[in-house]
């Protein structure tokens, strides 16, 4: 091994220790004959894979990568087409979608690009209304046993033209002109979407041998504290 690919390899090694302190339920485990907790890892993936950080630049690391975008606020949960998120009004102001992400058969820390498009529904073309482009790292489900994981938190902020009335709120403001003067969200269906590829590749997304990308139509609704 290189020191370039050892250095290199330094925050995934730290992210798996870390992530192996995290057990799942007993019962999801079975035991070998000197008592060690094992169960043997998803088919085409040895356990070298979900231990070693140089098994992340493979691009047959566990299988075709996949992401899921959902919602949640404490972890995820699944989105469907047509399906109502609540729109949250945040502790210093303003107003956010909730946006989490599964993914599968990609290594710990990833970049993760989620983005909010609003349809005018007019037959126009998706208004983009929210995206990042974020560098972070993953919670594993069952750290030694799969490469399944999560990550929450990403809050989608709507932007001041796009603002909801809130009832519950009504003297809310963010500008005296600006407030809601697109139209508001809460009348709009919004594409949620998420783009998931290993930590290894260039943020720019070039050569994302191991990359995935779900998107959802959903249904926002004011609002919630």
């Not at 035991?31 to 040895?46: A, H, K, L, N, V």
């Not at 208004?127 to 482009?133: A, G, K, W």
């Given at each position: 091994?290189?020191?370039?690919?050892?250095?290199?390899?330094?925050?995934?090694?730290?992210?798996?220790?870390?992530?192996?302190?995290?057990?799942?339920?007993?019962?999801?485990?079975?035991?070998?004959?000197?008592?060690?907790?094992?169960?043997?890892?998803?088919?085409?993936?040895?356990?070298?894979?979900?231990?070693?950080?140089?098994?992340?630049?493979?691009?047959?690391?566990?299988?075709?990568?996949?992401?899921?975008?959902?919602?949640?606020?404490?972890?995820?949960?699944?989105?469907?087409?047509?399906?109502?998120?609540?729109?949250?009004?945040?502790?210093?102001?303003?107003?956010?979608?909730?946006?989490?992400?599964?993914?599968?058969?990609?290594?710990?820390?990833?970049?993760?690009?989620?983005?909010?498009?609003?349809?005018?529904?007019?037959?126009?073309?998706?208004?983009?209304?929210?995206?990042?482009?974020?560098?972070?790292?993953?919670?594993?489900?069952?750290?030694?046993?799969?490469?399944?994981?999560?990550?929450?938190?990403?809050?989608?902020?709507?932007?001041?033209?796009?603002?909801?009335?809130?009832?519950?709120?009504?003297?809310?403001?963010?500008?005296?002109?600006?407030?809601?003067?697109?139209?508001?969200?809460?009348?709009?269906?919004?594409?949620?979407?998420?783009?998931?590829?290993?930590?290894?590749?260039?943020?720019?997304?070039?050569?994302r041998f191991r990359f995935d990308d779900d998107e959802q139509r959903v249904q926002p609704v004011c609002c919630n504290y």
């Amino acid at each position: 091994m290189t020191l370039r690919s050892h250095v290199r390899g330094l925050p995934l090694a730290l992210c798996l220790l870390l992530s192996a302190c995290i057990f799942p339920p007993w019962d999801d485990r079975s035991f070998d004959d000197d008592d060690d907790m094992t169960s043997p890892p998803p088919e085409g993936c040895s356990e070298v894979d979900l231990y070693e950080p140089d098994a992340c630049e493979d691009p047959a690391y566990c299988g075709a990568a996949s992401v899921e975008v959902g919602t949640g606020s404490d972890g995820w949960e699944p989105l469907t087409d047509g399906q109502e998120v609540p729109i949250w009004y945040g502790s210093q102001g303003g107003y956010h979608i909730d946006i989490t992400a599964r993914m599968d058969n990609l290594c710990p820390i990833v970049f993760l690009v989620p983005s909010m498009y609003l349809d005018p529904g007019d037959g126009g073309e998706l208004v983009e209304i929210f995206t990042q482009t974020r560098h972070v790292q993953a919670v594993r489900q069952e750290p030694q046993v799969s490469p399944l994981q999560d990550f929450w938190g990403i809050r989608g902020f709507v932007p001041c033209e796009y603002w909801p009335v809130d009832e519950q709120n009504p003297d809310i403001t963010c500008g005296e002109d600006e407030q809601g003067s697109a139209g508001r969200i809460d009348q709009f269906e919004v594409v949620i979407k998420m783009e998931a590829w290993d930590h290894n590749l260039s943020p720019a997304g070039e050569d994302r041998f191991r990359f995935d990308d779900d998107e959802q139509r959903v249904q926002p609704v004011c609002c919630n504290y």
